[in-house]
């Protein structure tokens, strides 16, 4: 089964030509199909209901053929699952009861998240069958597709938490780290400790390999990105590994910038995935030479298309000839990108386009 796998394959350290493909967000709401499901029930409603969150995973590969399937679900499904309240309010994103003192801290319920997130292992129990199944999904050969899973890193988790709502700064969580120092790394504990379980738990359920999204981690000095980035990562990855031997992890420290080499060397991550600002040669210089990148196509240059997307898509799928790569987006596809772009960038990377 692994042999048809191409970006299994690729996980495990192979180096392919042409690289396998996934994009991140690629369930979203730039396609259609999408945004019809969206009509018929709210978010988290979308996300814990297994006959929806399997649809919208499989919405994209059957329309593009990627070689990967993650997971329709949310980074904040943890802390909901914790009995924080959380609800997405159109135009403005989450909304969470911020957790700003040990009592808000103490009345998380660690406990809950077994049961809470069940709907979720159901999904990707589905997925799998399916994926794998001898008729694949209809555009693939059967058992080509990879299932990823996913959860936040516990920084950029605990950034939504504190904050009670997304930001550009995350200002009340940076001064808290400073401020409340033991308040906050016990936050970042808890996370650590629960994350680790969310992602055990979906590889049990299927989960081929699992990434981790640290979205906000290029806030912090180096300092604090290794004591809140780059630490809990370490913990996670290693217990995942004692766990799930063989099961890949990545890792995404977004707008990490000088600190990403560190963050691959001292991690143990099995693939870093790279932002739309790093420049993948340099990065591939830079750490060991079995490391898997993934990325790193601005998602401007999808949403705008054309010569330029392709000369760009090109030239990165080119940076990463001999080794082992993924190619990905920088950051997810927009909401209002075309959908016949991503197609064409498909296309072109796989060298079908004209």
């Known amino acids: 089964m692994t042999e048809n796998k191409r970006l299994l394959r690729v996980l495990n350290g192979e180096a392919l030509w042409p690289p396998p493909l996934w994009l991140m967000r690629q369930a979203g709401r730039f396609l259609p199909e999408f945004r019809a499901l969206r009509e018929k029930a709210d978010f988290m409603t979308r996300c814990m209901t297994p006959d929806m969150a399997v649809e919208i995973t499989l919405q994209p590969i059957r329309r593009f053929g990627m070689d990967g399937a993650i997971l329709f679900s949310d980074i904040l499904v943890l802390p909901w699952a914790m009995g924080q309240s959380l609800e997405f309010v159109e135009g403005k994103g989450p909304i969470l009861g911020a957790i700003r003192s040990e009592a808000d801290l103490n009345r998380l319920e660690p406990g809950m998240i077994a049961e809470k997130i069940e709907p979720v292992m159901e999904t990707l129990r589905r997925l799998r069958a399916t994926v794998d199944g001898p008729d694949s999904i209809g555009v693939a050969a059967p058992g080509s597709v990879t299932l990823l899973g996913f959860a936040g890193a516990p920084f950029t988790v605990a950034c939504y938490m504190v904050e009670g709502s997304g930001s550009r700064e995350f200002a009340t969580v940076r001064a808290m780290a400073y401020q409340s120092p033991a308040l906050f790394d016990r936050l970042i504990d808890l996370l650590t400790e629960t994350t680790t379980e969310l992602l055990s738990a979906q590889i049990k359920a299927g989960a081929e390999a699992v990434m981790l999204f640290d979205s906000w981690a290029g806030l912090l000095p180096p300092s604090e990105f290794r004591r809140h980035v780059i630490a809990p990562t370490r913990q996670i990855v290693k217990t995942l590994k004692a766990r799930h031997p063989g099961v890949r992890v990545i890792g995404f420290p977004r707008l990490g910038g000088v600190m990403v080499a560190e963050y691959a060397r001292e991690t143990g991550v099995d ?59 920088g950051h997810g596809v927009l909401p209002n990108t075309p959908p016949e772009h991503v197609g064409d960038l498909i296309q072109t990377l796989r060298g079908t386009a004209g």
């Open 271 to 329: 693939v870093m995935a790279l932002d739309t600002g790093a420049d993948l040669a340099q990065v591939a210089a830079q750490v060991d030479p079995g490391l898997v990148l993934q990325g790193n196509l601005d998602p401007i240059s999808v949403l705008a298309g054309g010569e330029a997307m392709r000369r760009e898509a090109l030239a990165i799928r080119e940076a990463g000839r001999g080794r082992p790569h993924v190619f990905n987006l």
